[in-house]
């Protein structure tokens, strides 16, 4: 995907259409489950998607490439969210977070797992918008501490201070018998 963002520059910031419509293919996807995650209201996340993509392709001709395409492309909207957010207080709904989860098991584990989600966006959504972004960040893009920490222009510390801070919340919220995914022992990987 890096090499084919290098290879596609020069077409996006001419602003050729096909490279343009491939981009909101190949990012929109992530985009959307990235928004959602920070709105929780997926009527609000389509509409900070396309404000996206529409502030985002005109300026494409200032896109140096020195990170990756999606990543610029989530920086504009994170800036885009914190400005509406700034602009109105919304009121978002607790409950929305499993109305984007991916297939589900079988039906003897349908009920299990939906618990499992609804009581985990339930204890999302008691959380600041700051340690929500660096869990969608760190797990559901599964980026690095460094990574993070230069997207949102911060010091890698402060992501693990906040990383830490909320999983230390989750931990606490969540039933006793919960255990985080096998596979995010290295949470703290930078």
Same mark, same amino acid.
């Given at each position: ?28 996807? @992530?985009?959307? &489950?990235?928004? !959602?995650? %920070?709105? +929780?209201?997926?009527?609000? $996340?389509? #509409? ?37 957010? @700034?602009?109105? &207080?919304?009121? !978002?709904? %607790?409950? +929305?977070?499993?109305?984007? $989860?991916? #297939? ?87």
């Amino acid at each position: 995907m890096e090499q084919n963002e290098r290879l596609s520059l020069p077409l996006l910031q001419r602003g050729d259409p096909g490279a343009v419509a491939v981009m909101m293919e190949d990012c929109g996807d @992530r985009l959307l &489950r990235a928004a !959602f995650f %920070l709105c +929780r209201d997926r009527s609000q $996340a389509q #509409d900070l998607v396309q404000e996206t993509f529409c502030r985002a392709i005109p300026a494409l001709k200032d896109f140096r490439g020195d990170s990756l395409l999606y990543t610029w492309l989530y920086s504009v909207m994170r800036h885009l969210f914190i400005s509406q957010a @700034r602009r109105q &207080r919304p009121v !978002f709904s %607790l409950a +929305r977070l499993s109305e984007m $989860a991916d #297939d589900s098991p079988g039906p003897d584990g349908r009920a299990e797992e939906e618990s499992d989600r609804d009581c985990m966006a339930e204890v999302l959504a008691t959380l600041p918008a700051k340690h929500r972004e660096i869990l969608l960040l760190r797990f559901g893009e599964e980026m690095k501490l460094n990574e993070i920490a230069e997207l949102l222009g911060i010091a890698p510390g402060t992501v693990k201070s906040r990383l830490h801070q909320a999983l230390k919340c989750v931990r606490r919220k969540m039933p006793v018998d919960w255990h985080p995914a096998p596979g995010h022992e290295e949470a703290y990987e930078m």
